[in-house]
């Protein structure tokens, strides 16, 4: 038991598999909404199909430990040095292994996008994004991140094209671009309560925050603007959705921030703080999507996806006791005395 156990745990932490369900709840969200989109005034159930739900859970965990293990291949001789339990630098997994489980991931994304965009008739769209996702993930874990600025907002952008895969087009643009901003600020945040390197300076801060508002700019005009309507408030509200159900997610962002300064004046740690920041900011994913079934599609369907919450924070908890045995299970090793 204890062989198969030493065996799989290394995987789901090359992969972090524990934190896969914030991906899973933004792809279902916007696959309900497009179900809802789909359904009219009628009842989205009829639009919705198992395939195409199964076939989401696999493109998102395919995606999600793609880039999960692209980035520990890549760092694996940083880790030697700052986080040797890490499983390359352990040596409980090969590089050879961890570039397998690395393609396989990608791939696995790749053939379940591609049947699922078949289904949906949207083959083209949805498989751009998919490359696209992709792409952003690679330029992140290769370049982005040692690049500070353009690391910070391709996490954002991240978030952003892979919410919009199940539905191959914006259905809600609210929905991915309030995930856009939220991991955008929480990375740079927590980046700078973490204090790491290379260091925050004034130009980052700023090339960040210009950088999501001409995101944020992009994104709304792309949505608003249509060729046969010139400046029109009306056709601006219209278009982009903006109605009093869009109170529930935005005030669930205010929340997350009421929460961020009180967990940061609770501990008095910096470094700490960041990391309990990050963690609650990336579960809390998982109540806007809740919060948009909610006012989007029903109640009870958002009570259901809730369950999210609970399993992805017990997913971590589990993940951090199961580490600690398997540890306290090995023999110990000895060094010779000097």
């Not at 195409?52 to 980035?71: D, K, P, Q, T």
């Not at 591609?114 to 769209?125: E, F, K, N, S």
């Not at 249509?226 to 205010?254: E, K, M, Q, W």
Request: with cysteine; charged share 10%; glycine share 6%.
């Amino acid at each position: 038991m204890l062989g198969v156990s030493s065996r799989i745990l290394p995987v789901l932490q090359l992969t972090r598999m524990a934190l896969v369900f914030t991906a899973l709840s933004n792809s279902l969200c916007a696959y309900l909404l497009l179900a809802k989109n789909r359904a009219g005034g009628g009842s989205y159930l009829h639009a919705v199909s198992l395939w195409e739900v199964a076939a989401i859970i696999v493109i998102s965990s395919g995606l999600y430990g793609f880039g999960m293990s692209l980035n520990d291949i890549i760092d694996r001789r940083r880790d030697q040095l700052i986080s040797p339990a890490r499983p390359i630098p352990s040596g409980r997994i090969k590089v050879q292994t961890a570039h397998v489980i690395c393609l396989l991931l990608l791939l696995m994304a790749g053939v379940a996008g591609y049947l699922y965009a078949h289904r949906i008739g949207q083959t083209t769209m949805v498989l751009l994004l998919l490359l696209w996702t992709a792409m952003l993930i690679a330029f992140y874990n290769l370049a982005g991140k040692y690049l500070v600025s353009a690391g910070i907002l391709a996490l954002g952008l991240i978030r952003f094209f892979h919410a919009t895969i199940p539905a191959g087009k914006l259905v809600l643009v609210w929905h991915p671009l309030l995930l856009l901003n939220h991991v955008t600020l929480l990375s740079l945040l927590c980046y700078w309560l973490e204090a790491k390197r290379p260091a925050l300076t004034k130009v980052h801060w700023w090339t960040v925050l210009l950088g999501l508002a001409f995101s944020d700019a992009l994104c709304l005009g792309y949505v608003w603007w249509r060729p046969d309507h010139a400046f029109d408030l009306g056709h601006f509200v219209v278009n982009l959705s903006i109605t009093p159900r869009l109170a529930y997610p935005f005030i669930a962002a205010a929340a997350f921030i009421a929460l961020a300064i009180s967990v940061r004046r609770r501990q008095p740690d910096a470094r700490h703080a960041g990391q309990s920041i990050m963690l609650a900011g990336l579960l809390w994913l998982i109540v806007y999507d809740v919060l948009f079934i909610a006012a989007y599609v029903d109640w009870m369907t958002a009570m259901a996806h809730l369950l999210l919450l609970p399993t992805a924070y017990a997913a971590v908890k589990l993940m951090r006791w199961w580490s600690r045995l398997v540890v306290l299970a090995q023999k110990p090793t000895y060094q010779r005395a000097r």
